[in-house]
Structures are given as structure tokens and as C-alpha cells.
């Protein structure tokens, strides 16, 4: 990223009109403060417009990966400018969520715009004696159903969020549908 002199770029405090007034009809000292003026406008027009570099919904494109560093955000480079801005806006919530079947669903449907359902492994259990017997079995595999949202199904990009997200130690397979699951009935 780069701020870097704008060609006609005004400033907005130009410095010879801050020049005491015996320097006002100065040709040499208007010229030379009008030099610094060329310099200084970029960076005195970033500190104006500071907070907006702060807010993804009006950040400047090239800052946006700046952005996402600082809130610990992958963007993908290949995403629209939207698309970015929107995964920027949720980084708390989807923090929040991560590591979750619920977390999961959110980050497809927000970033590949498809639906989603997490199938999930062994579980959970808590007991008050040494011993028990874990839930579920041993090298139980999460299934994750995806079906068409705003978006068709990318398989390839469903897998590799899917793959960004999960934890090291937990495989994943991925089932495109071509329609929400069917409820099943109790």
C-alpha cells in the first residue's frame, strides 16, 4: 500500500496563506510553501479521513488487507470488493463463532453463498467419574451438506473454507446437494 502525492491534490491549510504578511506578496516564499503543500496533501488528506481507513464499509480497497490483518480476517484477493467489506463487518461475530457448526454455516453462506449443514462428530460429555466412556466413536468424521444459495456450489472454494476454518485434528468431507436436506421426522 502506498499514499503517495496526488497529482492536483489541494491542501486544505495551504501554508503561504499561514505566512506572516510581510511574506504574502513574497513570489520565492509562496513558491516554496506551495511545494510543501504538493507534499504534504496526501498525508494531511489521510489523517483528515483517518477514522473512514477504520471502517470496512468505506476503507479504500488497497487497506482492506490491512484491515484484515489487524483483525486476524483471511480475505481472498479473488472475493469483490463487497464481499470483502462484508467478512470485515462480521469479523467479531465470526470469531466469535469459529470453530462451530453454527460458525461454519455463517462463513459459507456469507463468503461461497451457499447453504449449509454441519453433521457433526463424536460430541461432547461430562460425568463426575474417572472412566467414563467418551461419546460417539473414535475418528468420527464431520460431514458438511452444502446446497445452491445466492450462489451455485463451488465445490472446490466450499472445501478450501471449509479447510481454512476447521481444527488440524478434525477431518471433514463435504456433500453438495441439490436441495435443502429433507427433515427427518420424530
Not at 464499509?57 to 483483525?71: C, G, H, K, M, N
Request: hydrophobic fraction near 45%.
Amino acid at each position: 500500500m502506498s499514499r503517495h502525492a496526488i497529482p492536483g491534490l489541494p491542501s486544505r491549510y495551504p501554508i503561504g496563506d499561514l505566512l506572516p504578511a510581510m511574506y504574502a506578496d513574497d513570489d520565492l516564499a509562496q513558491r516554496f510553501t506551495a511545494g510543501l503543500d504538493t507534499v504534504l496533501a496526501p498525508i494531511l488528506s489521510t489523517l483528515d479521513n483517518l477514522a473512514h481507513y477504520f471502517d470496512p464499509r468505506v476503507t479504500p480497497e488497497d487497506f482492506a488487507s490491512e484491515l484484515a490483518q489487524w483483525v486476524a480476517v483471511e480475505l481472498d484477493p479473488a472475493w469483490p470488493l463487497g464481499l470483502r467489506r462484508a467478512v470485515l463487518l462480521r469479523a467479531v461475530e465470526l470469531h466469535r463463532r469459529r470453530g462451530t457448526a453454527r460458525g461454519l454455516v455463517d462463513l459459507l453462506r456469507l463468503c461461497a453463498g451457499v447453504h449449509a449443514r454441519v453433521l457433526d462428530g463424536a460430541g461432547a460429555a461430562w460425568s463426575t467419574r474417572p472412566g467414563t466412556a467418551l461419546p460417539g466413536t473414535a475418528g468420527g468424521q464431520v460431514v458438511v451438506q452444502v446446497w445452491p444459495g445466492r450462489s451455485a456450489v463451488d465445490r472446490q472454494r466450499v472445501t478450501a473454507l471449509v479447510d481454512s476454518v476447521r481444527p488440524v485434528h478434525v477431518t471433514c468431507s463435504v456433500e453438495v446437494l441439490a436441495g435443502p436436506p429433507q427433515q427427518q421426522r420424530r
